[in-house]
């Protein structure tokens, strides 16, 4: 996967906005509090050491 763009993502539990790799710009993300073993996903941590994930649809 080549990264060449990114987008702020809420985090689910305290809002806080990080900003991840996406494959497209346009690319619609998907916020998940949990792991899944299909797609094209990245792992964040937000500011206040909530983890969750995020897909790419
Ligand atoms: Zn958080």
Do not use: N
């Amino acid at each position: 996967m080549q990264v060449t763009e990114t987008q702020d993502v809420a985090c689910p539990k305290c809002g806080t906005h990080s900003s991840i790799p996406v494959p497209d710009r346009d690319v619609e993300l998907k916020v998940s509090p949990y792991v899944a073993a299909f797609g094209e996903y990245t792992k964040v941590e937000c500011s206040d050491e909530h983890v969750f994930w995020v897909y790419y649809c």
